[in-house]
């Protein structure tokens, strides 16, 4: 075999490995490409999924400001009951010491 035909099947051997190296580099970038659309998709679902969650979070926050002011309206009569009651037992010890001073004037005469 001579030096002409050595490096022809050198260079040969060369170009089948260049070839080989960029199929298994087209390989790669095909699996890559794959990956990030499965990554992307995932990424889809899951910002979905947050919206969905987003919605509910947003629609209790609604009840619980609801209920809260519910809450408040019901200790302001709470607090309008117990300063009515106030004023009724204040009416009732007055009526009472009226009531006790007749008596009083009733066992004088």
Known sequence: ?????????????IENEFVRIGADQMEM???LTE?????ADR???LDGK????DAKVTSMQ?????????????????DGLQAG?????Q????????LIAIQRKLDLN
């Open 62 to 78: 609604a009840s619980i400001d609801e209920l809260q002011a519910g809450q408040a309206r019901m200790q302001t009569s709470i």
């Open 91 to 98: 009416t009732q010890t007055q009526m009472m010491d009226i």
């Open 35 to 39: 990956r990030i659309n499965g990554v």
């Open 50 to 53: 947050v919206t969905v969650l």
């Open 29 to 31: 970038g095909q699996q």
């Open 85 to 89: 009651q106030a004023t009724m037992q």
């Open 1 to 13: 075999m001579s030096i002409k035909e050595a490096g022809m099947r050198f260079i040969g051997s």
């Open 43 to 45: 990424v889809k679902t």
